[in-house]
């Protein structure tokens, strides 16, 4: 096995940034991958007008790529916020906002997955009360996901770079997709397994990917240290995306690396173009 046997997708929020956003999809396509994933695009607006979502939208179709995930509005990213839907308040109501035109934009392209960052602690504010709101819209993100026949995702983040950040190991979040699925009763939230962000907490992905493969619907990867392509770092990424393989993960493995100081076109010398192109449907 190896990375020709994957199917990886690239992120258009951290790959091919030095174009503008309607100009990435064809970069993507032109460097050999049909499939691309998004963090939720416009950080200030969780409702952006219809003809921004429809030049987005035209712009990868025009590519010929398939969008196969997309975050839900999650605040400034790069940046402070991490997510926003346990923040009570403005952030978690337009979370809420967000949700349908986020559901409704990811179904027009036939996107497969959302990912909802779940926001960070804040002072004074009891953490039970931000966990109870966070179920909730969770649970709302699940059934409007579930309505196009998607999954919802939940992540781990680092502690290093998100230290306000709650979910910062594997069995933090797969609790969370737990307590999901029995809310809804639909089966339809998964763990997003970001190797990056595990090793950066210093965990056994080894281990981490023999417990949680079974519950895992979305794969992302950086090297460590750095955030750079495969091979800029110390992570046995090929071995590891063997092994999650032989556990029976057949999904997309979404590639959210920094390029470091070369054009992105350029970023890809670690990958077999054969595995830039999807070769059959990812599973549910």
Known sequence: MGFADQRFTANLSILFTELPLLERPAAAAAAGFTAVELWWPWVDSPTPERSELDALRTAIEAAGVRLTGLNLYAGRLPGPDRGALSVPGEESGRFRANIDVAT?????????????????????????????????????????????????????????????????????????????????????????????????????????????????????????????????????????????????????????????????????DWLPATARAARRAAPR
């Open 104 to 268: 409704d934009f990811a179904g027009s392209l036939g996107c497969t997955a959302l990912n909802a960052l779940y926001g960070n602690r804040l002072p004074g504010v009891d953490p039970d009360e931000q966990d109870a709101l966070a179920l909730e819209n969770l649970a709302l993100a699940a059934r409007a996901a579930d309505r196009i026949g998607a999954i919802l995702l939940v992540e781990a983040l680092n502690a290093r770079e998100s230290p306000d950040y709650p979910l910062v190991s594997a069995p933090a979040a797969v609790a969370v997709v737990d307590k999901v699925n029995a809310a809804t009763g639909l089966g339809n939230t998964r763990f997003l397994m970001d190797l990056y962000h595990l090793a950066m907490n210093g965990e056994d992905l080894p281990r981490v990917i023999a417990a949680h493969a079974g519950r895992t619907g979305h794969v992302q990867i950086a090297d460590s240290p750095g955030r750079g392509a495969p091979g800029t770092g110390a992570l046995p990424l090929e071995a590891l995306l063997d092994q999650l393989a032989a556990a029976g993960y057949a999904g997309w493995v979404g590639l959210e690396y920094k390029p470091g100081d070369r054009p992105s076109e350029r970023a890809f």
